[in-house]
């Protein structure tokens, strides 16, 4: 009843670039991780003082640097989340009341605006930086896993399963579309060709996306596959866990003593 599938798709869904070597984040009990993944973040996002949030970005530095997760793949995911914050930089300062630091021309920033974007900041790299090192360092089937014995709801693991499976199809899809534009002279530029071109490449990428998953959803039937996220192993927790368990309910306590005192 499916077996075969999810033991195939355990074995592909492997992290696109595992870190060179083990480590103790990638032998930890995904169900663990995943759960301090949580935690770590709702409380990051609720810290209202500058020395909690700066002790909590150490941590999750310190935790990457334990990864062995190549530098430039991790630099690319930081820039990423770090150009949406440039544009809260571009927008906050200058839109908030308060008490004028910088001038430029008609526009002001003020000290309550630039706080605010320092904090959001470092908020969300921090927390980026706590899922990649606790959530990176396990493949995504792993996950799935750790899902379902967390009682997830079964329609939510593999909705998560299958869309990170498939959003890199339709990837291959896509670049492969535009590629044969491009060896027939397509030049892109900003007139109509271009425009109906590339709706003629969503709308090929759409139908030729709806046929492959229905190919798909054919072959899993034929593999007796049913809805259900049948699991052939369990997760035990090890020494390792109970180590990862300690440390960060120390530093969740850190925090939270941290973020009271400083107020």
Not at 15 to 38: F, N, Q, T, Y
Not at 82 to 101: C, E, K, Q
Not at 143 to 152: E, I, P, Y
Request: with cysteine; hydrophobic share 50%; glycine share 6%.
């Amino acid at each position: 009843m499916g077996l075969h599938f999810i033991e195939e798709a355990g074995r592909f869904m492997t992290c696109e670039r595992m870190a060179k070597g083990d480590s103790l984040l990638h032998e930890a009990d995904p169900r663990v991780k995943v759960i301090i993944a949580i935690l770590l973040s709702m409380e990051v996002v609720f810290l209202n003082s500058l020395l909690p949030l700066l002790v909590a970005l150490a941590s999750a530095v310190v935790m990457l640097a334990f990864t062995g997760i190549e530098r430039g793949l991790l630099l690319r995911r930081i820039l990423l989340i770090n150009i949406f914050v440039a544009l809260l930089w571009a927008v906050i300062p200058w839109s908030t009341p308060g008490r004028t630091v910088i001038s430029i021309g008609p526009l002001n920033a003020t000290s309550s605006g630039l706080l605010k974007c320092l904090f959001i900041t470092l908020k969300c790299n921090t927390i980026v930086m706590f899922n990649i090192s606790l959530l990176s360092t396990s493949s995504i089937f792993a996950l799935s896993h750790a899902l379902d014995h967390l009682k997830v709801p079964s329609v939510l693991v593999q909705l998560f399963f299958f869309s990170w499976r498939y959003l890199h199809v339709l990837e291959e899809e896509y670049t492969r579309i535009t590629r044969a534009a491009l060896l027939r002279g397509f030049k892109p530029g900003t007139n109509i060709l271009t425009y109906r071109t590339y709706a003629n490449v969503l709308g090929t990428l759409f139908v030729r996306g709806y046929d492959r998953g229905q190919r798909v959803y054919w072959a899993m039937a034929c593999r007796g596959f049913d809805g259900t996220f049948w699991l052939l192993s369990h997760f035990k927790l090890k020494a390792t866990d109970f180590f990862l368990i300690s440390w960060s309910a120390l530093l969740s306590a850190s925090l939270l003593f941290l973020d009271w005192s400083s107020k």
